[in-house]
C-alpha cells in the first residue's frame, strides 16, 4: 500500500510544477473545487465523503489521498467512510451491469448484421 501522507506531499509538489507550466488549467480546477461549497447547501464532512466516493468510483489516488485527510479532519468516523464507500462499490456494479446490458446489445446487433 501507499504511504499517503508522502505520496499527498510528493502530489502537491509536482501539481505546483503543473501549475507554474498551466496556470489557467490549475486555477479552473480550484474554482471548480470551490464551487460546491460556496452554496453551503451540505456540510464540509458530506462533500468529503461524497468525494471519497467518487474518488474510488474515478480510481484516483490523488482524490484519495486528499480528500481522505480532509474527512478525517472534518469528523468524519470510519464507518461513515466505510458506508460512502460501500456506495461506491454498489454504484461500480450497477455500471458494471449496465454496460453488460449495452455490450449484449452491441454484440445481438452485430449478429443480427452478419450474412445470413
Same mark, same amino acid.
Given at each position: 500500500?501507499?504511504?499517503? /501522507? %508522502?505520496? !499527498?506531499?510528493?502530489?502537491?509538489? !509536482?501539481?505546483?510544477?503543473?501549475?507554474?507550466? $498551466?496556470?489557467?488549467?490549475?486555477?479552473?480546477?480550484?474554482?471548480? $473545487?470551490?464551487?460546491?461549497?460556496?452554496?453551503?447547501?451540505?456540510?464540509?464532512?458530506?462533500?468529503?465523503?461524497?468525494?471519497?466516493?467518487? $474518488?474510488?468510483?474515478?480510481?484516483?489516488?490523488?482524490?484519495?489521498?486528499?480528500?481522505?485527510?480532509? #474527512?478525517?479532519?472534518?469528523?468524519? $468516523? !470510519? %464507518?461513515?467512510?466505510?458506508?460512502? /464507500?460501500?456506495?461506491?462499490? *454498489?454504484?461500480?456494479?450497477? *455500471? *458494471?451491469?449496465?454496460?453488460? #446490458?449495452?455490450?449484449? %446489445? #452491441?454484440?445481438?446487433?452485430?449478429? #443480427?448484421?452478419?450474412? *445470413?
Amino acid at each position: 500500500m501507499l504511504n499517503w /501522507l %508522502d505520496y !499527498r506531499k510528493q502530489l502537491t509538489g !509536482r501539481i505546483a510544477q503543473f501549475a507554474k507550466l $498551466s496556470p489557467d488549467t490549475v486555477k479552473g480546477y480550484q474554482t471548480w $473545487s470551490k464551487a460546491g461549497a460556496a452554496t453551503a447547501h451540505l456540510d464540509a464532512k458530506t462533500r468529503e465523503l461524497i468525494a471519497l466516493a467518487v $474518488s474510488v468510483t474515478t480510481r484516483c489516488d490523488g482524490c484519495i489521498t486528499v480528500h481522505a485527510a480532509e #474527512a478525517v479532519k472534518q469528523g468524519a $468516523s !470510519r %464507518d461513515e467512510i466505510a458506508e460512502a /464507500l460501500g456506495v461506491a462499490v *454498489a454504484l461500480n456494479a450497477g *455500471a *458494471a451491469m449496465v454496460y453488460s #446490458a449495452r455490450t449484449l %446489445d #452491441a454484440v445481438d446487433a452485430y449478429a #443480427a448484421a452478419l450474412p *445470413a
